[in-house]
């Protein structure tokens, strides 16, 4: 069975920078991309960066273009959100999750949580003064 870990979180400053790890266990045969996800209190789950595992193509959100960056380890087992910049609305738990679906087949859809399966238990990030 398929088992992320996550690790990195923290409370940093805004303007600060935190590196987050994915670190998955058990056969990854059928998972194509790994992304991660994060949710702030009260709010929805939203997807944040992925990866996909066959061409190494990385895809953003809007709201972190520009100052998050995800890569892989050469094993494909790590996989790592480094993030730049953080502001207070960073603040979140962040969840890495695998999809059995490739990045052709989730299109527009590829940072949907509802598009990801085997889900890690968060790591929390907290950025305050």
């Known amino acids: 069975q398929v088992q992320p870990v996550e690790s990195g979180g923290g409370l940093v400053q805004p303007g600060g920078s935190l590196r987050l790890s994915c670190t998955v266990s058990?056969?990854?045969?059928?998972?194509?991309?790994i992304g991660w996800f994060r949710q702030a209190p009260g709010k929805g789950r939203e997807g944040v960066s992925c990866?996909?595992?066959?061409?190494?193509?990385?895809y953003y959100s809007d709201s972190v273009k520009g100052r998050f960056a995800i890569s892989r380890e050469n094993d494909k087992r790590t996989t790592y959100l480094q993030m730049n910049s953080l502001k207070p609305e960073d603040t979140a738990v962040y969840y890495c999750?695998?999809?059995?679906?490739?990045?052709?087949?989730?299109?527009?859809?590829?940072?949907?949580?509802?598009?990801?399966?085997?889900w890690g238990q968060g790591t929390q990030v907290t950025v305050s003064s």
């Open positions: 990866i996909s595992f066959g061409d190494s193509s990385t």
């Open positions: 058990g056969p990854m045969l059928n998972y194509y991309v």
């Open positions: 999750a695998l999809s059995t679906w490739s990045a052709r087949a989730l299109g527009d859809k590829i940072l949907a949580p509802d598009m990801y399966a085997a």
